[in-house]
């Protein structure tokens, strides 16, 4: 086994220590020091014998916690029920929360992580992650910064589950914590996180969140400058600032008892500053020397927390310098020995096994029918009003549900969906947040997870890829890498696609979905009529709160107020108010046409039943159908259809590369349908303003004249 510098200069410089005489030193003000040594000692070894599975072919994951075993402190500090969103350098702090509670054994879980293991407890192998539902440990992915919009929605939702009589996972007074390093303290997602933070508690609200930075001082080899965590974050005006030198375990420990304390009682945010040090590189496959000093690199072997904690603990006389050295070895021996059982632990070993939390939450989210609707019937109603009403009765029967997001409240959003709602429900469940797409899914992902049932709007389909990530690196994964542990429900309202009349632009005519269609495991709903409007989203709202799914919920923009389908003042396009619910994954067919099969939605619905009647005024008889749902596709209704006319034209209001139409295209192929296709789409283009736009999105007339040439060829 190779040894590495920082453990050699650990061995020698503790045996080179003397122990005080008696009294020479006063007792040390740190509640039980030992078990806060241990739990350093064991990040320490687990980091070693990460480096010596990864040499033996068995370990995957080599990113260490060397130099931050300080944050043990912080775990000291707090609670084992305050929730905790962990930087993937917490390992001191994950031992340490683990030691508070009984029958864990965070060692085993830590290299059973390390090596992929099946049994590793939280993930099952796909991840190695820090967490635990036990622990109150939320595990959070690799992607920088990005659980910090989360961290403040579950601190938002400790105060607002009571508020509005919810049951809620974490106790009344809990903080969260989130730590995270000095270059994520730079990223965007975390300047927007602090902000939305600091900007609750300057209205009032409750926000217990503590916000662990643990600096290093280097982003993977890109020095942090010197003192610019101080300068950035240590004067903002309603954020506590309490710094440490988490290479000191008492000034730790202090410090950060201090800083929880503090937030526990004032119930507002607080940055605990935790200047620390990196040993060992950013990895195991890190050559620090190709960037750093030699001379720095050994000079930082003195900081080392491990070492320090030793010193303190020979200088007060609790250890004397061989227990130091026989306690450091005999957690090497504990977890080398861990290594050696577990290295070769069954891995996952199946897309299958992979994908199994995946394929268990669609299969239960295709499965739900038990949907509750309000009364049936009444005045016709527009896709607006429809979604308003279903809103409404949503916010009655489920008191956890809360709405928000951007000019949602009082104005009732820019296209009036949601007129009215504040008033009927109350400021607490129907709210305006900042103007933050971030902010907004971040609040979310916290909500779903604290026990709220979140229905976040994202004014415009193109605003979403601001913070797409948010979806894809947090709230489609948690299941996955929690093994549907942790779950959080949320339906993603988006106001999407083009064809506005008078307004637009690229920002509010957007018909790129292939950054939300390509993600494993969420829902995607795309009502076109107003009564499948109202019933989805019910679905939607029962399939979240039943199997935690994450549902996106698209609504064109272009059909939100409209009446009329063949002709001026038909009013054919209002519906009344549903009476049957509508399962995920299942289509809607229009007409019984045996010359065509006509496959569309959301916008593409209205122009082609507009070109399906002047085709039977030609003699062509075509069946409509509309998909209704993005993800997971409606592929048996599809195939069905298809197979009765053996002729499709797939109509695609979105861009023809990465559009809903190529995944279309492919089922189809991939289930064997044999007959024709043929695909029409938008233009690979941005949208420009005003009737340029209609010259690269989809009309009506190229959708007949596919039609009547696909139907023209034989079969």
């Given at each position: 086994?190779?040894?590495?510098?920082?453990?050699?200069?650990?061995?020698?410089?503790?045996?080179?220590?003397?122990?005080?005489?008696?009294?020479?030193?006063?007792?040390?003000?740190?509640?039980?020091?030992?078990?806060l040594f241990d739990a350093q000692l064991g990040s320490r070894h687990l980091d070693l014998a990460a480096r010596w599975l990864r040499s033996q072919g068995q370990g995957f994951y080599t990113i260490g916690s060397s130099g931050h075993e300080g944050n043990a402190a912080v775990a000291a500090a707090l609670r084992p029920t305050d929730?905790?969103?962990?930087?993937?350098?917490?390992?001191?702090?994950?031992?340490?929360?683990?030691?508070?509670?009984?029958g864990s054994d965070p060692l085993r879980d830590v290299v059973l992580g390390l090596v992929a293991a099946t049994a590793e407890p939280i993930s099952g192998g796909r991840h190695k992650v820090f967490g635990r539902h036990d622990l109150n440990i939320i595990p959070q992915t690799s992607t920088i910064a990005s659980h910090l919009p989360r961290s403040v929605g579950v601190a938002f939702s400790v105060a607002r589950t009571r508020k509005l009589g919810v049951a809620c996972p974490w106790p009344e007074d809990a903080v969260t914590v989130c730590s995270f390093g000095d270059a994520s303290a730079n990223h965007s997602t975390t300047v927007g996180a602090v902000n939305a933070a600091l900007h609750a508690a300057y209205q009032g609200l409750p926000m217990p969140l503590l916000l662990v930075c643990e600096d290093n001082g280097i982003g993977i080899s890109t020095p942090t400058p010197r003192g610019w965590i101080a300068r950035a974050y240590g004067d903002r005006e309603g954020l506590q600032y309490f710094a440490a030198d988490g290479c000191d375990l008492v000034d730790a420990v202090e410090t950060a008892r201090a800083a929880a304390d503090w937030v526990r009682r004032v119930r507002q945010p607080a940055f605990l500053h935790l200047r620390t040090v990196r040993l060992m590189g950013h990895a195991g496959s890190d050559y620090e020397q190709a960037y750093r000093r030699p001379a720095d690199i050994v000079a930082d072997y003195e900081r080392d927390p491990v070492l320090n904690?030793?010193?303190?603990?020979?200088?007060?006389?609790?250890?004397?310098?061989?227990?130091?050295?026989?306690?450091?070895?005999?957690k090497r021996a504990e977890v080398m020995d861990l290594a050696r059982e577990i290295g070769d632990c069954p891995q996952l070993d199946s897309a299958t096994a992979v994908m199994q939390p995946l394929r268990e939450t669609l299969d239960e989210a295709r499965s739900v029918c038990d949907v509750a609707l309000g009364e049936p019937g009444g005045p016709p109603l527009t896709l607006a009003l429809a979604i308003n009403r279903a809103l409404q009765e949503v916010l009655q029967a489920h008191p956890e549900a809360i709405v928000f997001g951007e000019d949602i409240a009082r104005k009732g959003g820019v296209y009036g969906a949601t007129r009215g709602l504040q008033a009927a429900a109350g400021p607490a469940r129907v709210f305006d947040?900042?103007?933050?797409?971030?902010?907004?899914?971040?609040?979310?992902?916290?909500?779903?997870?604290?026990?709220?049932?979140?229905?976040?709007?994202?004014?415009?389909?193109?605003?979403?890829?601001?913070?797409?990530?948010q979806i894809r690196g947090e709230g489609a994964t948690l299941q996955f890498f929690s093994n549907r542990q942790y779950r959080n429900p949320m339906v993603v309202r988006i106001a999407g696609y083009g064809y506005q009349k008078g307004f637009g632009g690229h920002f509010h005519n957007d018909d790129s979905v292939a950054a939300i269609r390509d993600i494993p495991g969420v829902v995607i709903a795309s009502p076109a009529r107003p009564d499948d409007a109202a019933a989805m989203l019910h679905t939607c709202v029962s399939v979240a709160k039943t199997t935690g799914v994450v549902c996106i919920y698209l609504e064109p923009i272009a059909l939100y107020h409209s009446k009329d389908l063949y002709a001026d003042g038909?009013?054919?396009?209002?519906?009344?108010?549903?009476?049957?619910?509508?399962r995920v994954g299942t289509a809607r067919t229009y007409g019984d046409g045996a010359d065509l099969t006509i496959l569309t939605f959301a916008n593409g619905l209205w122009m082609s039943l507009r070109v399906a009647a002047r085709l039977e005024r030609a003699g062509i008889a075509a069946r409509v159908v509309d998909l209704r749902w993005l993800s997971p596709l409606p592929i048996e209704d599809m195939l069905r259809e298809a197979d009765a006319t053996g002729r499709v034209l797939i109509v695609d209001e979105t861009r023809r590369t990465g559009g809903v139409g190529e995944g279309v295209l492919a089922e189809l192929a991939d289930h064997g349908f044999t007959g024709r296709v043929q695909r029409v789409s938008s233009a690979d283009s941005f949208i420009?303003?005003?009737?340029?736009?209609l010259e690269v999105l989809l009309s009506e007339d190229t959708i007949e004249a596919a039609a009547v040439k696909l139907v023209g060829e034989p079969a």
């Open positions: 086994m190779t040894i590495e510098p920082i453990d050699a200069y650990f061995t020698a410089t503790v045996a080179s220590l003397v122990a005080p005489g008696s009294g020479d030193a006063p007792a040390l003000d740190v509640p039980n020091p030992l078990p929730p905790a969103l962990l930087h993937y350098r917490s390992g001191g702090f994950y031992l340490a929360r683990a030691a508070q509670v009984d904690t030793a010193r303190i603990l020979v200088a007060h006389g609790i250890l004397t310098p061989e227990q130091v050295l026989q306690r450091y070895e005999g947040t900042l103007l933050d797409e971030q902010t907004i899914l971040g609040l979310a992902l916290g909500a779903g997870v604290s026990g709220l049932m979140p229905i976040p709007e994202i004014q415009y389909l193109a605003y979403l890829h601001n913070a797409a990530d038909d009013e054919q396009w209002l519906a009344a108010y549903p009476q049957q619910p509508v420009p303003l005003g009737d340029a736009a």
